[in-house]
């Protein structure tokens, strides 16, 4: 509470002890009308007073200076740290800015204090409450609690994270946002929320200044000393802001998570428009009181938004959120956000009425790309294929030839955009797989006796079905086209080639690494044997040889593969181009797996700032470079940022895709990692499990997927301690990657290095030392020196010869290890701390 409004606390105190009783409750009653805050801390003070704490020993007069006195603390230590400057105060305490000075390592953070004026033990079990509630809390979107305690004067504090950033209304104001980065940043409140409510928690005093954005775009929400924690049965105690308070919590009744639901509803307005929509009252309490329990809210200013389609349904998402009863609302923050995440990828928002109009229209919107790709691919692949049916067919009349074509692909077209017109297809039944079939179907019926041309276009329309899921028909028309060019005379090199640089990506896609690496190389062959040594077809086929390398664990020759692919491609194209941008990507995703962690991030951020330049959000390619670099980051222990990342590409992706598609389910898995790895496995484990059955569903078992997403399983059981469960899954990983892998392969070493951390536990070192030692022995070969994976098995084989009581071998792997983690990667104090203390331990053994 700011100093001025302490006078005014000090004046009515005084006045409250020295009125008649039925004087006291009128003063507090009107109070309570206008300024609850100032009414609960009142009472707060009163009932101190009451209990003749030892506080009020001391004048009145002196008691209201102590609450100026804050700033004598600069300076004191709280723990480990120093206080450094008071950067808020709030109800119940004074936040202050402080540094650890213990020596141990640098670290910066916000220390919150008890205020002296409120020690009575009914306030000190509420600071206590929030203690618990932080502590309970481990989000991305959620400043963490550190530690907590009493202070040497018998203050209690807790220390938590420093958030260094802007308000969420002035970050909005200083970064000009727009529309699109508006709703981003809400639905990181929205998850930060929602999380909460998972973890039975209600903040009840959101509002823009509990919400800091920090330099790099990420939200952190603050102060829940407001909260309640769902499962007590008591109301929340302490104050809230009456501008973001929902009605019951103005009434005093029955605040849950719908309360919640909308203070965030007045923060999308004030997002949006940039006021408050009950603006106009703050300086009336009670008229602005009146409003909220009216619900007499001011229009939703359409007009005042950039223009774009399906305005509409933010209104109706902001009247859905602040409706007067709270059965009304939404019930839940993860049925909002799921509104705005329709609204951003142009599906129908749940809370507008689902007209045949209204879906059609938000249908041809989301796939206007599609279908006009797909038209112009076939306009492009017909006029192709007309230049080699002339050329064969020059007896007959030319103009007779062309016309009878044209009118096919005039009745191709109408067939497609007929399908895309909902009024006809009705509306978001028709997708994209239905109208490629439809082109496909005309394509057998109108152009059987063309074999040229019909080879052409089923060959371009191949990846198109294997880019949207529909693995059967993509290799059934992949294979088709090679086997009709095949048959043929007169074809050419680079028709030949390109059809089995298809064949060999169909493959990689479903698993065949053997045929994809057999196409790949034939292709390459094929084309030189007619002196071909820069073409934009070798390009292409040296981009599927180094996908099989990469994916074989040859980093050093997928390396050399992709940089001739991305210099020859460069001779070619000006950029920016998908071609170099996916080849920038690959380039940048092998450097990250031979540890090369700076030329990584300097490559995949090229490749994705020239995919931005190419396409607009949501895309695939951006989807997929979003993806690595999450993975990236978690390499580089940079979990909170791969967070982000690894969220945009599974948002587009599921947007595109939907769930059921091998890239969802890479983002997907790539999310349930990046929360192991921060701590929280067990919300891992349904994505987990639902990333198998996507995978087993289009794929099947057999596929390296299957068996690499149940190892990961199992990390995130081990992580949460349940290590029976682990082993199992380590160990049919292990077994399916036998059968599927060649040998030698750096992937096998994953599940024998889960399989040792097992029996670890099981205190089993003999059999965990064979396992780690076969998996440091894959990795040292597959691997250049130095590479992290290899210092991870160093460190695992050292701890376990501690263990063991073998001293001199566990200090020898264990400075391997050290050496190699320092070297080549960025590795955290934890990390090296581990190492560190196992080396101490093993040295004083000796």
Do not use: W
């Given at each position: 509470m700011r100093n001025g409004k302490w006078g005014q606390v000090e004046n009515l105190f005084h006045k409250l002890t020295e009125v008649s009783e039925v004087e006291k409750q009128r003063i507090l009653f009107t109070i309570k009308e206008e300024d609850s805050e100032l009414h609960d801390l009142l009472m707060d003070l009163l009932a101190s007073d009451e209990k003749s704490h030892h506080i009020f020993a001391e004048s009145p007069k002196n008691i209201f200076d102590k609450l100026d006195d804050e700033e004598s603390l600069l300076g004191e230590n709280v723990g480990s740290f120093q206080l450094k400057k008071i950067i808020g105060s709030g109800a119940m305490g004074t936040v202050f800015l402080a540094e650890r000075n213990d020596g141990q390592f640098d670290q910066t953070v916000a220390i919150k204090l008890l205020k002296p004026l409120i020690?009575?033990?009914?306030?000190?079990?509420?600071?206590?409450?929030?203690?618990?509630?932080?502590?309970?809390?481990?989000?991305?979107?959620?400043?963490?609690?550190?530690?907590?305690?009493?202070?040497?004067?018998?203050?209690?504090?807790?220390?938590?994270?420093?958030?260094?950033?802007?308000?969420?209304?002035?970050?909005?104001?200083?970064?000009?946002?727009?529309?699109?980065?508006?709703?981003?940043?809400?639905?990181?409140?929205?998850?930060?929320?929602q999380y909460a409510h998972q973890s039975l928690i209600v903040h009840l005093d959101l509002k823009p200044q509990n919400i800091i954005v920090n330099e790099e775009g990420q939200v952190k929400l603050l102060d829940f000393g407001v909260s309640k924690i769902l499962e007590d049965s008591e109301e929340a105690a302490g104050s809230f802001t009456l501008a973001y308070a929902s009605p019951e919590q103005v009434q005093r009744t029955n605040a849950g998570t719908v309360s919640d639901v909308y203070s965030l509803g007045i923060i999308f307005y004030e997002i949006l428009f940039g006021a408050h929509p009950y603006q106009e009252f703050f300086k009336e309490p009670t008229k602005l009181k009146e409003s909220i329990l009216l619900g007499d809210s001011p229009s939703f200013k359409i007009e005042e938004l950039p223009r774009q389609a399906f305005l509409t349904d933010l209104e109706a998402i902001y009247e859905k959120a602040t409706k007067l009863k709270p059965e009304d609302r939404y019930q839940s923050v993860e049925l909002m956000m799921r509104d705005l995440q329709l609204f951003l990828n142009d599906y129908p928002v749940s809370v507008r009425p689902r007209t045949l109009a209204y879906s059609g229209k938000k249908y041809l919107k989301r796939n206007r790309a599609a279908v006009m790709s797909i038209s112009i691919a076939i306009l492009i692949l017909v006029g192709s294929g007309i230049f080699y049916t002339v050329?064969?067919?020059?007896?007959?009349?030319?103009?007779?030839?062309?016309?009878?074509?044209?009118?096919?692909?005039?009745?191709?077209?109408?067939?497609?955009?007929?399908?895309?017109?909902?009024?006809?297809?009705?509306?978001?039944?028709?997708?994209?797989?239905?109208?490629?079939?439809?082109?496909?179907?005309?394509?057998e019926k109108n152009l059987g006796d063309e074999p040229y041309l019909y080879a052409s276009m089923i060959s371009r329309l191949a990846p198109i079905f294997l880019n949207l899921g529909d693995y059967e028909k993509g290799e059934e028309l992949t294979k088709k086209a090679y086997q009709i060019n095949l048959g043929l005379e007169d074809v050419t090199t680079e028709t030949l080639s390109d059809n089995e640089s298809q064949m060999a990506a169909m493959y990689y896609l479903k698993g065949g690494y053997d045929s994809s690496k057999f196409y790949s190389e034939k292709a390459i062959q094929r084309l030189k044997e007619v002196g071909d040594q820069e073409s934009m077809f070798l390009s292409n086929a040296l981009v599927e040889l180094g996908n099989v390398l990469y994916d074989?664990?040859?980093?050093?020759?997928?390396?050399?593969?992709?940089?001739?692919?991305?210099?020859?491609?460069?001779?070619?194209?000006?950029?920016?181009?998908?071609?170099?941008?996916?080849?920038?990507?690959?380039?940048?995703?092998?450097?990250?797996?031979?540890?090369?962690?700076?030329?990584?991030?300097?490559?995949?951020?090229?490749?994705?700032?020239?995919?931005?330049?190419?396409?607009?959000?949501?895309?695939?390619?951006?989807?997929?470079?979003?993806?690595?670099?999450?993975?990236?980051?978690?390499?580089?222990?940079?979990?909170?940022?791969?967070?982000?990342?690894?969220?945009?590409?599974?948002?587009?992706?599921?947007?595109?895709?939907?769930?059921?598609?091998?890239?969802?389910?890479?983002?997907m898995a790539n999310y349930a990692r990046t929360l192991v790895k921060m701590g929280m496995p067990k919300d891992a484990f349904p994505i987990y499990e639902k990333t198998l059955v996507i995978t087993d569903s289009l794929v099947g078992k057999s596929h390296y997927y299957y068996w690499a997403l149940t190892g990961s399983l199992g990390n995130a059981q081990f992580e949460a301690g349940e290590y029976a469960k682990a082993g199992v899954n380590y160990q049919i990983s292990h077994e399916n990657f036998q059968k599927i892998l060649p040998e030698g392969d750096p992937r096998l070493a994953s599940p024998l290095n889960g399989l040792g951390k097992v029996k670890m536990k099981e205190k089993n070192y003999a059999l965990a030392k064979e396992y780690f030692l076969e998996a440091l022995k894959i990795r040292e070969a597959a691997y250049p020196n130095g590479h992290p994976q290899i210092a991870q098995s160093q460190q695992a084989l050292g701890e376990c010869m501690l263990a063991i009581g073998d001293y001199s071998t566990a200090i020898e792997f264990l400075e391997l290890a050290l050496e190699n983690f320092q070297k080549n990667s960025e590795p955290s104090e934890k990390e090296i701390s581990s190492i560190q203390s196992s080396l101490l331990a093993a040295r004083e053994s000796i």
């Open positions: 020690l009575n033990p009914a306030m000190q079990e509420v600071f206590q409450r929030e203690r618990q509630i932080l502590a309970k809390l481990n989000h991305p979107n959620i400043a963490r609690l550190y530690d907590g305690g009493y202070s040497e004067t018998n203050r209690p504090f807790f220390t938590m994270e420093y958030v260094s950033g802007d308000y969420l209304s002035d970050y909005i104001k200083k970064k000009n946002a727009s529309l699109i980065q508006k709703l981003e940043l809400f639905l990181q409140v929205c998850k930060a929320v050329r064969l067919s020059q007896e007959r009349n030319l103009a007779q030839s062309e016309a009878r074509r044209a009118n096919q692909i005039t009745d191709l077209l109408s067939d497609v955009f007929m399908a895309a017109d909902p009024n006809v297809g009705g509306a978001d039944t028709i997708t994209a797989i239905q109208l490629l079939n439809q082109g496909y179907e005309n394509l074989y664990g040859e980093f050093d020759r997928a390396d050399s593969v992709y940089q001739a692919a991305f210099n020859i491609s460069n001779k070619h194209v000006n950029p920016p181009h998908i071609e170099l941008a996916f080849e920038l990507h690959m380039i940048g995703a092998n450097a990250r797996e031979r540890g090369d962690y700076a030329k990584a991030e300097k490559y995949l951020l090229e490749a994705l700032e020239m995919k931005k330049e190419l396409f607009e959000e949501p895309h695939l390619e951006i989807a997929y470079t979003y993806n690595h670099l999450g993975s990236l980051y978690q390499s580089m222990k940079k979990d909170s940022i791969a967070l982000g990342y690894i969220e945009k590409s599974l948002d587009q992706r599921k947007s595109i895709l939907g769930e059921f598609h091998v890239e969802t389910m890479a983002s």
